[in-house]
């Protein structure tokens, strides 16, 4: 569990994106988040070269395939490039706590036992 929770820190993480879009504005948000994303895509080689990460951050399904940062990046650039600032706050929103708390919640309920 103590592993699943610093999973999902990294999706809380993405919240940070609302304050850096307020005070730096679009553009510099929009520079800094594809700049994220193009960093994502190198560590995404080095990962699959060099496997630079530790077994327990990655899900059984990204350690053959693409990392979820990946597409998290390329999907903030996107929304931030082409979207008004309500929406991109509502996509990082979801995307963050949504996913972040629903895997908490599915482990939860994994271990739980109904009978």
């Not at 879009?21 to 070269?49: C, H, N, P, Q, S």
């Not at 940062?69 to 999907?75: A, V």
């Amino acid at each position: 569990m103590k592993e699943e929770l610093c999973r999902k820190l990294i999706h809380f993480v993405g919240l940070g994106y609302i304050p850096l879009y307020i005070y730096a504005g679009k553009d510099v948000t929009l520079l800094i988040v594809a700049g994220l994303a193009v960093f994502a895509v190198f560590l995404e080689i080095l990962r699959r070269r060099y496997s630079i990460f530790p077994r327990w951050i990655l899900r059984s399904y990204e350690v053959n395939g693409v990392g979820a940062y990946l597409y998290y990046g390329i999907s903030a650039t996107l929304i931030t490039a082409l979207l008004p600032m309500e929406a991109c706050f509502a996509g990082i929103v979801l995307v963050s706590l949504g996913d972040g708390i629903a895997g908490i919640v599915k482990n939860q309920v994994a271990f739980t036992s109904f009978t």
